[in-house]
């Protein structure tokens, strides 16, 4: 019976946090999978519940830059808010100036 209790708790607690993040840690793997398209879908779902986390608006940045959406990376950049995401942008910004001024 105190077996039972306590893998229940565990499921429990396990639940709780895997909810407490946001879909990060998911989003997280398939970032690191490769798996661009299902991290962005992750990422934007878990902006809508909390725009302001700047973790999740670097991976979502980072998530835009390896999927070649520059424009959307600066604006999640942005929306990000801190000097250091802003400053982890200014590459994605050259090269989105010198992909429209090449021939």
């Known amino acids: 019976m105190v077996v039972l209790l306590a893998v229940s708790i565990s499921a429990v607690a396990a639940v709780a946090r895997q909810s407490n993040d946001g879909g990060i840690k998911a989003a997280t793997e398939a970032f690191e999978a490769g798996e661009y398209p299902k991290a ?4 934007l ?8 986390n700047a973790e999740l608006q670097l991976l979502l940045t980072k998530t835009h830059l390896e ?7 600066i604006k999640s ?5 801190s ?12 090269l989105k100036a010198r992909s429209a001024t090449s021939w």
């Open 40 to 43: 962005e879908q992750l990422l």
């Open 45 to 52: 779902a878990a902006a809508a519940s909390q725009p302001d």
């Open 67 to 73: 999927m070649q959406q520059y424009d959307a990376a």
């Open 77 to 81: 950049a942005e929306k990000g808010g």
């Open 83 to 94: 000097r250091s995401i802003r400053r982890a942008m200014m590459p994605a910004r050259r």
